[in-house]
Structure formats: C-alpha cells, structure tokens
C-alpha cells in the first residue's frame, strides 16, 4: 500500500489542478478538480459540472467519489481540491463534507490554492458532528402506535 509521500500528495495536487480544466462552470465561472486517492493507491479524478437548473450541479469532490464508488472503491486514504482562487484555499461546501464523511472521518482533505500550498485536515473535522452511517446502528427508542 502507497504511503501518503510528499510525492504522492505532489501528484495527487498536481492532477486536481489539472483537472479544472475539464470542469464545466458556464455559469459561476467557478472552475474546482478535485483528485481521490483510493486505498489501494487509485487515483480517481473529478471536475465539477454545473446545468442550467443550478440545483442539478455536481461538485468535483462528488463526481471523484461517485466514479470511485462505480468503480468498485469504498476506502480512501487522501483528496486534494483546487481552484483558481489566489488568496484562499478551496474548501468543500457542506453537501461534499457530508459526502465524504460518509467514507470515514478519519481521511486526509488537502484544500489547495493555484501555487500548490494546501492546508490539511480530516474529513471529520471538516464537519463535526457529522452524520455517519453509524448512527444508523444506533439503538432508538421504540415508536409509539
């Protein structure tokens, strides 16, 4: 199993930044690539991809995870997101914190900026108190008739 070197995270910031460019941003003009490093070293790629009923858009991290999911995929180790924003570094908007903590809270989210610095942190703190598919487990209360 690959370590997360700081080659492998180069390259995994490298191909989210390459990936903007396939993103299909008509009309926010808000280009995002994301790059998903799977557990057995995969790397899966996504781009955002926005319609014209704007509800229907789907985010780079989403489209990364979903190709990653159809592909057989379900543990993974890092995420790197970029955009073209020059002072800041990209963060994930709720919906794609949600969707990654529904993979563990315990994985690497690399937020870059176009210069290739990051900021790092875990899915789970990227949104505490998540829901997690744990909480389903959980006893409840028995429902009344």
Not at 107 to 133: A, C, H, N, Q, S
Request: with cysteine; hydrophobic share 35%.
């Amino acid at each position: 199993m690959e370590k997360n070197t700081s080659e492998t995270i180069k390259k995994l910031i490298k191909a989210s930044h390459e990936m903007k460019r396939k993103s299909y941003c008509p009309y926010s003009k808000f280009r995002v690539g994301a790059a998903l490093l799977c557990e057995d070293g995969t790397v899966i790629t996504g781009c955002n991809v926005e319609n014209a009923s704007y509800g229907l858009a789907i985010c780079a991290e989403r489209t990364a995870l979903t190709k990653a999911v159809s592909e057989g995929h379900r543990h993974f180790k890092a995420i790197a997101i970029s955009s073209d924003l020059k002072t800041s570094c990209i963060v994930p908007c709720g919906a794609c914190r949600q969707f990654m903590v529904e993979f563990g809270t315990d994985w690497d989210v690399y937020m870059t900026k176009p210069d290739d610095t990051f900021r790092l942190m875990k899915t789970g703190e990227l949104l505490p108190f998540g829901f997690v598919p744990e909480a389903l487990e959980e006893e409840r209360v028995s429902q009344m008739a």
